[in-house]
């Protein structure tokens, strides 16, 4: 019922940017927040930025000042603006969006997009 497709990821050196853009389809009327998550070789997945439909956000608190999070509702998509990349940024970034349905509450997710940062 939601479909969340990622793109703009790819190769960047050190101290480059990149924007990631997240678009929604489907029921998107049910979605309130979408979030930026990320996912590292070897680590767990941990939460990079989150934003509601009413321009709310939060961040990861090693990363204030770094990335930041925008929507516009209008086209349905959420970006994640990447600067001042570092190594330790390297993972694949997914987007994601829990949703009501009647079993209760489901999470969405992308099919994520690969971030390298070289040194």
């Known amino acids: 019922q939601v479909q969340l497709v990622e793109s703009g990821g790819g190769l960047v050196q050190a101290g480059g940017s990149l924007r990631l853009s997240c678009a929604a389809s489907?029921?998107?009327?049910?979605?309130?927040?979408i979030g930026w998550y990320r996912q590292a070789p070897g680590k767990q997945r941990e939460l990079v930025a989150n934003?509601?439909?009413?321009?709310?956000?939060n961040y990861a608190e090693s990363l204030k000042g770094r990335f930041t999070i925008s929507r516009d509702n209008a086209k349905n998509t959420v970006y994640l603006q990447m600067n001042s990349l570092k190594p330790e940024d390297t993972a694949v970034y997914y987007c994601h969006a829990p949703v009501d349905s009647p079993w209760g509450p489901y999470d969405y997710w992308g099919q994520g997009t690969q971030v390298t940062v070289s040194s």
């Open positions: 489907g029921s998107t009327f049910s979605i309130n927040v």
């Open positions: 934003i509601s439909s009413g321009g709310s956000t």
